[in-house]
């Protein structure tokens, strides 16, 4: 009988207590996982429900006084007082302790001087900025701590990571991908200080079979240029396989540079590369061919008629008409001696032009080299240092050994040295022996403005890289290990030379093969 009239009454009071409920202030709303979650006046998290697009589009306001305050469980709601010390941002809690802030500025947009919204997740403290934002807060001085663990976390997930172009690359883990560009502590001292070393390192190992050629008399094609300019080949080899094309594949897969719209990007360019390295000594081989014909031709027809009768009635003329040898023009001797006329050997090794393209190559990828290593942060930059240093003495023996076989063997005599060959033995090394050191010093000066995730950066050094694979490539399977091997002075050569040579160039191949894994 008194069931109804209580149930009506029940329905009265909870309609009057819905003002009340209505009145309710929550603060410090945020977005977990595209759920709000607001703070109630006890400090306790609930859940609200996914914001409609007016809320999620309404712009959020700064407070505009926020007391930094604690609840009764010493639970900070708000921190205020934001200062910056160089890059980082420090705030303070409500019970007066300094805390770090979490946050990157953005352009020339200043960070916030408070937070509020204050709450846990777990053991980690996050506050709401005035855009909505979450950042985290961690004591003053954790920042190395959380670094640490999760270089921890890394090594425990079994991720590997090294630098390509001031690019962080980590395999073997989930990683964390980012376009921004990160701060990195750098010993400025230190990176000018190596400059030097690397300097004198390049510049030893490009001279060093010049050196050896001219003060010990040596041969150019006797056993010891056999073994560095075979290991020179699998140098030169190595470096447009798995250093070259490798880094610019890995440019070019970069996240951040988005899909491409053609996946044979880098090939496409490492093709082009071979084919202008194939043009240049084609077109150098047809003009020096050219000129060799014109100018004997035109000392044949120096010949005067007197000569020619003298020649006939002595019996000269019907045994062959006296040649004009190399030597009686230098300038043919000159040519002979750098573009070789025998059969199958059009492609030599030891031409002037084709040096002069495997130079190329090698400075297109060097300076990039030197830029990458002064970028890469501090826990890195010795190892990679040591990397690029065997690289470059590496590559420098490779390139001395085919500018020493330019010259002519002592045998030849000195009066057919042209004042070019003279030249070439200081300025051709000497080119490959600061271009590293300069790609260091550009590095210094863009330290601190280098984002390697820069669109407009990966197309740069994914091209250069790319295309210097393809130059690499062409000199080094063509020019160099097919001629000395099939049509050069390792085609017929006796068993031992040919095992040390083969030796040798597995030797070049492996040793820069394994230099790939950091650099």
């Known amino acids: 009988m008194f069931s109804k009239p209580l149930t009506i009454a029940a329905v009265v009071l909870q309609c009057l207590a819905l003002p009340a409920i209505a009145q309710v202030t929550l603060t410090g709303c945020h977005l977990h996982d595209g759920v709000e979650h607001c703070f109630l006046p006890n400090g306790e998290e609930t859940e609200i429900g996914r914001p409609t697009s007016s809320i999620a589009s309404a712009s959020p306001t700064a407070p505009t006084s926020v007391a930094a305050t604690t609840t009764a469980a010493a639970q900070t709601t708000a921190i205020t007082g934001c200062h910056n010390h160089e890059t980082t941002q420090f705030c303070i809690k409500g019970n007066g302790e300094e805390v770090q802030v979490m946050a990157t500025q953005t352009g020339d947009t200043p960070l916030p001087t408070a937070y509020n919204g204050c709450h846990s997740h777990g053991t980690e403290m996050y506050c709401i900025a005035p855009d909505g934002a979450e950042v985290e807060v961690v004591a003053a001085g954790a920042e190395g701590e959380h670094s640490e663990e999760h270089a921890g976390e890394s090594a425990a997930s079994g991720e ?86 490798t880094h610019a594949e890995l440019m070019f897969a970069n996240e951040c540079l988005g899909k491409l719209q053609y996946e044979a990007t880098t090939t496409a360019i490492a093709m082009a590369g071979a084919l202008i390295a194939f043009l240049i000594e084609y077109l150098g081989h047809r003009l020096a061919s050219w000129r060799r014909h014109t100018i004997t031709a035109q000392a044949l027809a120096a010949s005067t008629p007197k000569e020619e009768a003298g020649a006939a009635q002595a019996g000269e003329v019907i045994k062959g008409h006296p040649s004009h040898s190399d030597s009686d023009y230098p300038g043919v001797a000159a040519l002979s001696h750098h573009y070789n006329t025998e059969p199958c050997s059009e492609v030599n090794p030891n031409d002037t032009m084709t ?152 030797c070049g191949l492996v040793l820069m093969g394994v230099l790939g894994k950091w650099a």
């Open 355 to 506: 040096v002069l393209v495997l130079e190329a190559g090698i400075i297109f990828h060097s300076i990039l080299l030197g830029i990458t290593l002064i970028v890469a942060g501090d826990s890195v930059f010795i190892t990679l240092f040591i990397v690029i240093l065997f690289h470059q003495m590496f590559e420098g023996l490779a390139l001395g050994a085919r500018i020493a076989a330019l010259d002519p063997s002592p045998s030849d005599g000195e009066n057919t040295v042209s004042a070019w060959r003279k030249t070439k033995n200081w300025a051709m090394p000497l080119t490959f022996a600061v271009i590293t050191p300069i790609g260091m010093a550009i590095g210094i000066g863009v330290l601190h403005k280098f984002n390697g995730n820069n669109p407009s950066t990966i197309i740069a050094l994914g091209a250069l890289d790319a295309l210097s694979a393809g130059i690499l490539i062409w000199v080094g399977l063509v020019s160099m290990w097919a001629h000395d091997w099939l049509f050069g002075e390792l085609k017929d050569a006796p068993l031992v030379r040919t095992m040390i040579a083969g030796v040798s160039l597995v």
């Open 160 to 245: 590997s990571c090294h630098f390509h172009a001031g690019v962080e690359h980590c395999v073997g883990g989930p990683g964390v991908t980012t376009c921004e560009r990160k701060d990195r502590d750098y010993n400025i001292k230190l990176r000018i200080g190596l400059i030097f070393p690397m300097l004198f390192a390049s510049a030893l190992a490009v001279y060093a079979p010049l050196i050896m050629k001219k003060m010990l008399k040596m041969n150019g094609s006797g056993i010891v240029f056999t073994i560095i300019k075979q290991f020179g080949t699998g140098v030169i080899i190595a470096t447009g396989f798995v250093h070259l094309l």
